[in-house]
């Protein structure tokens, strides 16, 4: 949990720490970081899991990444499925002609996945699966993608995503990717990796704290916060130049930006004119118009699906809270109760709920709020739980948390039944934020 967080809780100095919070100030503390992938634990799980049988992909163990090992794992980690192991069946079939179903339906198989890895003259691969219903004896879906050999992890995600879809009915997300802020030895660095946390790689590092990373809804941006000018301010980066620029340098501190569902703007928090408020301007820094008027703190702006609200923190009641308005200027109403500490709002993809940190007897945790109800039902159990963030299809919600003294990043379902940590052999981590739905699936 960030250290301005800690403070709210005082009553000396209480409207000081939020207004850092406004400003975005952050202290992060760890040993040193290298760029290994994440490895993900799971906690809990789903006691209704699908069963489902991966075969090994033809010729795949010819290639470096082994797609349907990437796959099962996928499937698995989610807490919805679980690998139905059939034992020995000497050569795994590649076509559906090769299907025994008399074999796979003795051994108490019922969903089965097929598939074959094909290296081209022209240096790609054919890469083929296909979902076969045992009980049916017929195949379910499938789909060929052509690709580089540098693509083929991505690919074998896209698999997991339309298995899952097929399967539970919802899109799947193992082929978005997270980002998240990562401690190293003198410097902070912005970090972006697969869903699963493989593949990372840093986009930006530097000796001054970066804070805050948020999506653009198309996925090709990224805005945070850095203070490598000795200040807050917010950038925006391009992931595919690198390229970036400044959004907000005003007077004062500028922090916390959040994007339209369009795109077009983002949400931010100024003190230019002294306290901390919410302001929105255009995606490219210009067009900017105040938000908030109030003597009090309001920072964290989150914006609704439909573009139409506004959450975000204020302490203009006397504790810090979270509070709903029009997009475009009005009245705020507030729409925590329970307790004196709610932070951080996030919505669910559907618009009908949203996550925030609560704090609850000394410790701050993600807790979960339909639309229109004062229940709050708390999910984590941690100490220093911050920076909650829902996955693109709203199953999971992805937040910091410390694990043996360290910053960690974790996952939990929506309904709080599965668990999942993301680790890695030391550092700190924090700050993640999840990626939109990829728009090639």
Known sequence: MPIM???LHASAG????LRSLGAGALALAAPGFARAALTIEIIGGNSNQIPITILPFGNEERQKDKVSEIVQADLVRSGWFRSHDVGNIGKPPVEPSDVDWRQFGTRGATNIVIGNVVERSDGK??????????SKQSQRTGFSYTVGVEQLRATAHKIADVLYEELTGEAGVFSTRICYVVKAPERFELQVADADGGNADFILAHREPIISPAWSPDGTRIAYVSFERRKPIVFVH?????????LANFEGANSSPAWSPDGSRLAITLTRDGVAQIY?????????SRLTNSQSIDTEAAWSPDGRTILFTSDRGGSPQIYRMPSGGGNAERVTFEGNYNVTPRWSPDGRSFCFIQRNSGRYNVAVQELGSREAVLLTDGRNDSSPTFAPNGRRILYASEHNKRGVLAAVSRDGRIKQRFSDTGGNIREPAWG???KSR
């Open 280 to 288: 929105v301007m255009a995606a490219d820094g210009s067009s900017i």
């Open 14 to 17: 209480r409207r000081q720490a």
């Open 238 to 246: 391009s992931l595919a130049d690198g390229s970036r620029q400044v």
């Open 5 to 7: 967080l800690n403070a």
């Open 436 to 438: 939109p739905l990829s």
């Open 125 to 134: 691969l054919a890469v083929r699966f296909r979902l076969m219903d045992v």
